[in-house]
């Protein structure tokens, strides 16, 4: 068994690099375990089904076939998409057949060198760290037991069938979808060669805008990028955009489930922009109230805003299944994560990159402003927040020996403010008098390490990301 990856979850799901554990003796594992785990439960109203899905990497669609085989070897129907698919319309799938839960394979916005393996919950959003700890747990207690996929057609326990229009109609219900298909916008869509592309075409086809779908080729290797929703990702884009305006720009990730964006002339907008500008769409346009979920890596711009407002915020961890485990509770206005992630109320507790688009559609139809003049007005109200954040290699086994020297080392202060405040409950994240903060944290997902910073300009963000790559060199000299 030495020659056998250990199979562990982070942020969302387990990841790992193709024909290195990402093997397929390694989802063998991971599937009978994930079959084991859900015929171990019994969760009242669901039935003994599960959702199959893939991206557009190297070998998706394989390993998805395989993670068929396995369920329905253990006694599942499965209804295995038989197109790349993004994930949320996985978790969609889950919730409306109730089944007792779903596979996405997807290694989301890491480099086209991986793969992963993330488990949806028979709600609709992603497996919670309890769940996820008991699959690990059964990786390799019981025998690998498979169906042959041609017998599982052939017999109808797999099924094959593109679960994209179901979830195309549903999320077209929760907005004014009259209002944006009478709105004449131009909509440029970059799915970053991902399973995005196209959906966009789908969702306003007979409408009176128009949609420009850039790199949108199945490509596994996503154009020398990472499929991330990031500026440095965008000059393709960005060079278009400035010779073809357009009034927006959506950005999706590998797996659609995640949002960025530009403005119509190729400027990127942050996702703190993207989040600030939806919550005061919902508060102003929509005139909705509830419960505002962040992760604690999102912009201090929220808070204030929720402050303004009168409501009601909840920080979390980093991964959005915390802010599943929230929006499960009920009375939610946004669900929200600095990388992209937005989950909305009255739909499945999932982030879903396309609905976030189409919920920026509905505010530029609602406001008849510029996505410029809109952002001015929020700085205006609000004040300035500049963000930024760096992606450096560190140690694995080191990384505990940093957060620890941040705890016991905290800076004096951030940009000449006292650092009023320490958070370490996910990473160290300093906060200081004027609001300025600094955080760092391993990823999840990568074997990297984080730093992230905001600031009233970008000249001062960038200096507190020296700052935090400052104390990763004094834990590593020691």
């Not at 391993?442 to 074997?447: D, L, V």
Request: aromatic content about 8%; charged content about 20%.
């Amino acid at each position: 068994m030495s020659s056998l990856a250990l199979i562990k979850f982070g942020t969302d799901g387990w990841r790992a690099i193709i024909a290195e554990e990402f093997t397929f003796s390694n989802v063998e594992r991971v599937a009978q375990a994930t079959a084991d785990y859900w015929n171990s439960i019994s969760i009242p109203g669901t039935l003994k089904k599960a959702v199959v899905g893939y991206d557009r990497r190297f070998l998706s669609d394989q390993f998805a076939q395989l993670t068929a085989e396995i369920l329905a070897g253990n006694g599942f129907e499965v209804l295995l998409t038989s197109v790349p698919t993004p994930t949320q319309a996985v978790s969609f799938a889950v919730k409306t057949l109730r089944a007792i839960g779903g596979v996405m394979i997807t290694a989301s916005h890491n480099p086209p060198a991986f793969n992963g393996f993330k488990l949806k919950a028979w709600f609709g959003g992603s497996a919670d760290p309890s769940i996820c700890q008991a699959v690990e747990a059964l990786v390799d207690k019981n025998p690998i037991k498979s169906l042959l996929f041609a017998e599982g057609l052939k017999s109808k326990i797999i099924r094959v069938r593109d679960i994209r229009p179901d979830y195309y109609k549903a999320i077209k219900k929760l907005v004014d979808f009259p209002l944006i298909s009478q709105s004449r916008i131009k909509l440029a869509h970059d799915p970053l060669f991902g399973v995005g592309a196209g959906c966009f075409e789908q969702l306003l086809v007979d409408t009176n805008c128009s949609v420009t779908t850039l790199n949108a080729i199945h490509d596994p290797n996503f154009g020398g990028i990472n499929p991330e929703p990031v500026p440095k990702n965008y000059a393709r884009s960005q060079a278009f955009l400035s010779k073809n305006p357009h009034d927006l720009c959506v950005v999706t990730d590998g797996d659609a489930d995640r949002v960025g964006g530009m403005d119509g002339r190729g400027n990127a907008l942050s996702t703190h922009q993207i989040i600030c500008l939806l919550v005061e769409h919902f508060v102003k346009n929509r005139g909705a109230k509830g419960r505002v979920i962040k992760a604690l890596t999102t912009t201090s711009m929220v808070d204030k805003m929720c402050a303004h407002y009168g409501l009601p915020l909840v920080e979390t961890g980093v991964g959005f299944k915390y802010i599943c485990t929230e929006m499960l509770k009920g009375d939610v206005l946004l669900g929200f994560e600095e990388s992209g992630g937005i989950g909305f109320p009255g739909h499945i507790p999932e982030r879903d990159g396309l609905l976030s688009g189409l919920m920026l559609l509905e505010m530029l139809a609602m406001e008849k402003k510029t996505l410029p003049q809109l952002l001015q007005r929020l700085k205006r109200q609000f004040g300035s927040y500049c963000y930024a954040r760096v992606d450096a290699h560190f140690p694995l086994d080191q990384r505990s020996a940093l957060m620890e020297y941040c705890k016991s080392n905290p800076p004096s202060k951030l940009i000449k403010s006292p650092v009023t405040e320490i958070k370490s409950y996910d990473g160290v994240k300093f906060i200081s008098k004027n609001d300025s903060w600094l955080m760092l944290r391993g990823s999840g997902t990568e074997p990297i390490l984080r730093i992230y910073a905001e600031a009233k300009t970008d000249a001062d963000a960038r200096s507190l990301l020296r700052t935090g790559v400052a104390l990763t060199k004094k834990v590593l000299s020691k």
